[in-house]
């Protein structure tokens, strides 16, 4: 997998939601990379990070041993891992089977606490199509960006699937199908999260609604929550009040001051 790496100090590790990539930090990374240093990840397929092969053998889990790959090729010590949507998944799934490699989380509209009504499987059933991947994702993502900012506008033209994007596509709806695999869900393993947690939501987010908050908040009964006036990526829509909630936190976890 691809990553930057800018900044000294506590390492912290960006992880973007299916579909996205690393310049979805661009505007929170110089603030955090002034005391922090910031490894930012494209997953397989995205960004600069070429395509599993078959692109459609992509999974979820795969994308968080990759993470776990690349900490430990990294030979990272304990880092603050900041995740959105899968990355939250990957990142809390760091922090259940190798805790010694996580000092904090921050999950971002995260995944791996599925709710899903029969609905719901439905849509992610259809999603899980590369056809119907690349006909509806810039509508998609358009949906869950609440913020338009010309960050933000780029998120959304990056989500666009056009011609010789058959793989990103690929991979995209193979991540969507494995979110219906038992796997996918850290509910039952939550309670080995010991790591400070810090849940980041935004309001006006379509994909993760009151269900998915009400799940995660029984799972992580002791992490910190925080609700922005955001879609699915406020670190993006709304850097300045997101950095406003992490940037403390992190310094509160490490000991040191603002």
């Known amino acids: 997998m691809h990553f ?8 912290v590790v960006l992880l973007s939601a299916n579909g996205h ?12 990379s002034r ?16 395509a ?3 692109p459609g053998s992509a999974t979820a889990t795969a994308f968080a041993s990759g993470l776990a790959e690349l900490v430990e090729r990294l030979d990272l010590p304990a ?3 900041i995740g959105n949507s899968i990355g939250g998944y990957a990142a809390a799934r760091l922090a ?9 989380l921050v999950l971002v509209n995260p995944g791996g606490f599925p709710v899903l009504g029969p609905a719901d499987r439905l849509f992610v059933g259809l999603k899980g199509r590369p056809g119907v991947t690349r006909l509806i994702n810039r509508r998609f993502a358009s949906a869950y960006v609440h913020h338009r900012t010309p960050l933000t506008r780029q998120i959304i033209d990056r989500a666009t699937y056009r011609r010789g994007d058959a793989d990103r596509a690929a991979v995209d709806a193979a991540i ?7 796997d996918f869900d850290l509910g039952p393993r939550a309670d080995r999260i010991a790591a400070p947690t810090l849940v980041a939501w935004g309001r006006h987010d379509p994909v993760f609604g009151r269900r998915a908050r009400a799940e995660v908040a029984l799972r992580l009964p002791h992490a910190r929550t925080v609700v922005f006036d955001t879609g699915h990526v406020p670190f993006a829509e709304d850097p300045e009040a997101f950095l406003g909630e992490v940037e403390p936190f992190l310094d509160g976890v490490d000991g040191t001051a603002a």
Do not use: K, M, N, Y
């Open 52 to 54: 599993p092969q078959p």
């Open 4 to 11: 930057s790496d800018e900044g000294t100090g506590t390492p």
């Open 96 to 104: 259940i089977e190798a805790p010694h490699r996580v000092r904090s």
């Open 176 to 182: 969507w199908r494995s979110f219906l695999d038992p």
């Open 35 to 50: 005391r922090h240093r910031v490894i930012a990840v494209d997953w397989p397929g995205f960004g600069r990070s070429p």
């Open 21 to 32: 990539d690393s310049r979805d930090f661009a505007a929170v990374t110089p603030a955090l």
């Open 79 to 81: 880092a603050h891992l």
